[in-house]
């Protein structure tokens, strides 16, 4: 379904800056080092997504000890969310995702919806490794059933990019990685485990404008798919290392109202993120990317918790 869900700023400006974070996992007893950081992006932010982990159990506590942290942006600005595999532990994410949908968030698995004039998508995702390394489904029926289970979070995700309009920009929200390239710094035994190339197929196939993923702890913050769609790992743990002293949230403008999608790029003086912004030629659907920018997040004015 493609839904226009856009309120407040969101609907009114020509660029829509999507602040973006992951693997927050609340718990019972989880300080409120998060109320500072979710005031910040309600104030800075058009839309803020967060892409999975959102509890360490997957039970209602910690969800609700989410929901109260992130009251400032749910009051605000809309919030889209994935589910990640700490959010499924307890085999309660049915009831999980009624207490997500019943604050406000706009829970994504392989649904649509456009939000001030940019296209969304999501899904879980799933585990198989990568390129050449990818797990084949040969051999005992657990490893068949691994690798369906890719396979269907991959089907999802297609459904997903297909029903958005192409026009428009469009991200694609995951927790598992579509690419390689942003695990790297995990061990390599863990990589299967991690995220699947069969995420990155309907990401190029639909020329998506950027993907945004957690999942990979001690992974990298930035790459690109084959063909060139920027990907960034938004885990807490990752922007709390690439960004030391800053609030663990990632933020990224995107111009709207364009008919194309915009590439990864920066046109500000000093990137965080040390992006050249070059032109990529030859990929359609696609602006240049000096119109595509990556922001570093301020300090927020209460430094506590960010160790």
Same mark, same amino acid.
């Given at each position: !379904?493609?839904?226009?869900?856009?309120?407040?700023?969101?609907?009114?400006?020509?660029?829509?800056?999507?602040?973006?974070?992951?693997?927050?996992?609340?718990?019972?007893?989880?300080?409120?080092?998060?109320?500072?950081? =979710?005031?910040?992006?309600?104030?800075?932010?058009?839309?803020?997504?967060?892409?999975?982990d959102i509890t360490d159990w997957g039970r209602a506590g910690e969800c609700e000890v989410f929901l109260k942290q992130a009251a400032p942006v749910l009051q605000k600005i809309p919030v889209l969310a994935?589910?990640?595999?700490?959010?499924?532990? #307890? %085999?309660?994410?049915?009831?999980?995702?009624?207490?997500?949908?019943?604050?406000?968030? &706009? !829970?994504?698995?392989?649904?649509?919806?456009?939000?001030?004039?940019?296209? =969304?998508?999501?899904?879980?995702? =799933? %585990?198989?490794?990568?390129?050449? !390394?990818?797990?084949?489904?040969?051999?005992?029926?657990?490893?068949?059933?691994?690798? #369906?289970? &890719?396979?269907?979070?991959?089907?999802?995700?297609?459904?997903? $990019? &297909?029903?958005?309009?192409?026009? $428009?920009?469009?991200?694609?929200?995951?927790? +598992?990685?579509?690419?390689?390239?942003?695990?790297?710094?995990?061990? $390599?035994?863990?990589?299967?485990?991690?995220?699947?190339?069969?995420?990155?197929?309907?990401?190029?196939? +639909?020329?998506?404008?950027?993907? =945004?993923?957690?999942?990979?702890?001690?992974?990298?913050?930035?790459?690109?798919?084959?063909?060139?769609?920027?990907? +960034?790992?938004?885990?807490?743990?990752?922007?709390?290392?690439?960004?030391?002293?800053?609030?663990?949230?990632?933020? $990224?403008?995107?111009?709207?109202? #364009?008919?194309? #999608?915009?590439?990864?790029?920066?046109?500000? @003086?000093?990137? @965080?993120?040390?992006?050249?912004?070059?032109?990529?030629?030859g990929s359609p659907h696609r602006l240049p990317s000096d119109v595509f920018t990556v922001v570093s997040s301020r300090p927020v004015k209460n430094e506590?918790?960010? &160790?």
């Amino acid at each position: !379904m493609n839904t226009d869900v856009a309120k407040g700023r969101a609907s009114s400006k020509d660029t829509v800056r999507i602040a973006a974070i992951s693997d927050l996992h609340c718990r019972r007893d989880s300080k409120p080092w998060l109320r500072p950081v =979710f005031e910040q992006i309600a104030g800075e932010a058009d839309i803020l997504v967060v892409c999975g982990d959102i509890t360490d159990w997957g039970r209602a506590g910690e969800c609700e000890v989410f929901l109260k942290q992130a009251a400032p942006v749910l009051q605000k600005i809309p919030v889209l969310a994935v589910l990640g595999n700490h959010d499924v532990e #307890s %085999g309660k994410q049915d009831e999980l995702v009624e207490q997500l949908l019943s604050a406000g968030v &706009s !829970m994504l698995d392989g649904n649509s919806l456009t939000v001030g004039g940019v296209g =969304f998508t999501g899904v879980k995702g =799933f %585990g198989g490794g990568f390129g050449k !390394m990818a797990v084949q489904p040969l051999g005992e029926g657990a490893v068949k059933n691994f690798v #369906s289970e &890719s396979v269907l979070e991959a089907q999802k995700l297609e459904a997903g $990019l &297909s029903a958005l309009n192409q026009k $428009l920009p469009r991200i694609a929200l995951l927790h +598992y990685a579509p690419i390689r390239e942003t695990v790297a710094g995990e061990p $390599l035994e863990l990589f299967p485990f991690l995220g699947s190339s069969g995420l990155e197929e309907p990401v190029n196939k +639909y020329a998506a404008t950027a993907v =945004f993923h957690g999942h990979a702890h001690a992974g990298s913050l930035e790459g690109k798919t084959s063909a060139n769609v920027p990907v +960034y790992n938004v885990c807490a743990s990752v922007l709390k290392k690439r960004f030391p002293g800053r609030p663990p949230f990632f933020v $990224l403008d995107v111009p709207v109202g #364009s008919g194309v #999608s915009p590439q990864t790029g920066c046109r500000a @003086p000093t990137c @965080p993120t040390g992006c050249a912004g070059g032109r990529s030629e030859g990929s359609p659907h696609r602006l240049p990317s000096d119109v595509f920018t990556v922001v570093s997040s301020r300090p927020v004015k209460n430094e506590r918790g960010f &160790s």
